[in-house]
């Protein structure tokens, strides 16, 4: 089986047993709390001045983990969904992990 057939295949369109819907649905619901979080900071964040490239950063990020969250909570392309939400988190800690060090070293200059 390839990598395209496992990510392209909706889980809503075969017989899903009713304790993996609710697995999936409660993940879904962990993975919308933490979307909102990170939706929270990031309005936070963009409170004050940033450039372009940061903002759409945070917005994109925080975007993916939403798209994400629908379709796990959809039963489709749930790999899919996984490996964009966490993509979208490890980008949205990696920028503001990287936004904070270049401040940091710009108030020392």
């Not at 009713?18 to 919308?32: F, T």
């Amino acid at each position: 089986m390839t990598i395209a057939v496992v990510v392209s295949v909706p889980l809503a369109s075969s017989a899903v047993e009713p304790e993996l819907v609710l697995l999936l649905r409660g993940m879904a619901l962990i993975k919308a709390a933490i979307a909102l979080a990170a939706l929270a900071l990031s309005l936070w964040r963009l409170g004050r001045p940033v450039s372009g490239r940061v903002a759409l950063g945070y917005l994109s990020g925080v975007w993916s983990l939403a798209g994400a969250t629908v379709l796990i909570w959809q039963l489709s392309f749930i790999p899919a969904a996984a490996i964009i939400f966490h993509v979208g988190m490890f980008g949205l800690l990696a920028l503001a992990w990287r936004e904070g060090r270049s401040d940091s070293l710009r108030s020392k200059a």
